[in-house]
Nanobody, 123 residues
Framework: QVQLVESGGGLVQAGGSLRLSCAAS????????MGWFRQAPGKEREFVAS????????YYADSVKGRFTISRDNAKNLVYLQMLSLKPEDTPVYYC????????????????WGQGTQVTVSS
């Protein structure tokens, strides 16, 4: 089992940057695909980025490609989401998630979730 705790959210002006962190517990962290999702009030949880358990296998939503970077440090059980050139539409709550398989783009494929961290981008 994996427990996830996100941090790093906050208020930033449009064009600014933030780095989200996700701390994971569990000795098998390196075997999980890790993902970031976001969810605005009244909307479905939306895929943002994912990274496999091996370096190089990263995937991004078109809306964040070129601006966001996902990375992981298996030795420290950490996953990061570096966000640059933030826009007001990047605003919702961001969730870290761990998956053992299935579609990397679907929230239903992720088995463990953090509690979320709020990102607010002001225009």
């Amino acid at each position: 089992q994996v427990q996830l705790v996100e941090s790093g959210g906050g208020l930033v002006q449009a064009g600014g940057s933030l780095r989200l962190s996700c701390a994971a517990s569990g000795r098998t962290f390196s075997s999980y695909r890790m993902g970031w999702f976001r969810q605005a009030p009244g909307k479905e949880r939306e895929f943002v980025a994912s990274m496999g358990n091996t370096a190089g296998s990263t995937y991004y939503a078109d809306s964040v490609k070129g601006r966001f970077t996902i990375s992981r440090d298996n030795a420290k059980n950490l996953v990061y989401l570096q966000m640059l050139s933030l826009k007001p539409e990047d605003t919702p709550v961001y969730y870290c998630a761990a998956s053992t398989g299935g579609s990397r783009y679907s929230a239903a494929s992720y088995d463990y979730w953090g509690q979320g961290t709020q990102v607010t981008v002001s225009s």
